[in-house]
């Protein structure tokens, strides 16, 4: 089993940066592939980034450009570099891990899940 442990979320006004942190423990070395995605209150839980173990990312078009999904293989962390922040940003974040290979940026391919960060810009 993996355990997720997301951190960094806060409010900040638009236009400002944010860094998510995810820390991942446990049978790290099943793990093929970690994401971020948010989910804000009514809405379908979405894609935000990917970022395989190779290095190898994907972004979700409302984000290309602005955020940035990064690892530290050594410390099993995943970030996510966050500029230029928009009120439509303001969502509950999640880090997500997959035991599959090249899974498409979707919940379903996920295995393990943190609890999230919240993420607030006004």
């Known amino acids: 089993h993996v355990q997720l442990v997301e951190s960094g979320g806060d409010s900040v006004q638009a236009g400002g940066s944010l860094r998510l942190s995810c820390v991942a423990s446990?049978?790290?070395?099943?793990?093929?592939?970690m994401s971020w995605f948010r989910q804000a209150p009514g809405k379908e839980r979405e894609g935000v980034a990917q970022?395989?173990?190779?290095?190898?990312?994907m972004y979700a078009d409302s984000v290309l450009g602005r955020f940035t999904i990064s690892q530290d293989n050594a410390k099993n962390t995943v970030y996510l570099e966050m500029n230029s922040l928009k009120p439509e940003d303001t969502s509950m974040y999640y880090c997500?891990?997959?035991?599959?290979?090249?899974?498409?940026?979707?919940?379903?391919?996920?295995?393990?899940w943190g609890r999230g960060t919240q993420v607030t810009v006004s």
């Open positions: 970022i395989t173990d190779g290095g190898g990312t």
């Open positions: 997500a891990a997959a035991r599959g290979v090249a899974c498409p940026l979707r919940a379903g391919y996920y295995n393990y």
């Open positions: 446990g049978a790290t070395d099943s793990i093929n592939g």
